[in-house]
């Protein structure tokens, strides 16, 4: 019998905002997923520190998924004082949730196309099925042109025209989805908390709440 895979969305969340959440929603629909895990980074091995705490960053993404029975706060990078490497929270998942269970990486263009930079890269396939958002006018097909080639090789060998065979084996699989254009950015929500504006609509209400009372300095 088939299982609805469970999404697996990794960030800094620094701090986590309605594009995430906007990105979450289609690939819950599109795929046919269970759940999403939103898994704040700790210590992230390709990008300078986070501007807010581990504990605050977890924080708002409970506050931001709350109100979603299919969206879960994972916090278990968090902590981590280690390199926090994707491979190996897929196999911490794997491990709990079984080896017949689909799991999906939730992964933006962008950073697909840097997937070979990461550590262990080749084994994420054995572990999981790779979903890849791409945005209006972004087609992955024109990034993938000037992609290194090994990682073109994996991905003209794992590419899946319909999201069924998510459903159908645990792992090892890249669906690209189209999602719509919602141009938010942390960076610009960090600005504008150190400069006293408004950011609702930008983040759940929960979240600017949050920020009110616990505002970005300059970062």
Request: glycine share 6%.
């Amino acid at each position: 019998m088939n299982l609805a895979p469970i999404g697996i969305l990794g960030g800094t969340f620094d701090p986590i905002h309605n594009g995430h959440l906007r990105l979450a929603i289609e690939a819950f629909e599109q795929c046919g997923l269970s759940a999403v895990h939103f898994i704040p980074g700790g210590t992230p091995p390709h990008r300078s520190a986070p501007c807010a705490s581990a504990t605050d960053r977890l924080h708002m993404v409970q506050l931001a998924v709350h109100n979603n029975p299919a969206f879960l706060a994972d916090g278990r990078e968090t902590y981590r004082a280690d390199a926090c490497y994707t491979v190996d929270t897929l196999t911490e998942l794997r491990a709990e949730l079984g080896s017949q269970q689909p799991l999906c990486l939730l992964l933006g263009s962008d950073a697909f196309a840097q997937l070979h930079t990461w550590h262990e890269w080749k084994k994420l396939f054995g572990l999981a099925h790779i979903v890849v958002m791409q945005r209006p006018g972004q087609p992955l097909g024109n990034t993938m042109a000037q992609a290194d080639p090994e990682l073109l090789r994996e991905y003209t060998a794992r590419m899946a025209p319909a999201t069924k065979v998510l459903h159908e084996s645990p792992a090892g699989h890249i669906v690209v989805l189209n999602i719509p254009a919602l141009e938010i950015s942390a960076t610009d929500i960090r600005r504008r908390c150190a400069e006293g504006k408004n950011i609702h609509a930008l983040v759940p209400d929960a979240v600017a709440h949050f920020l009110h009372h616990h505002p970005y300095s300059s970062c």
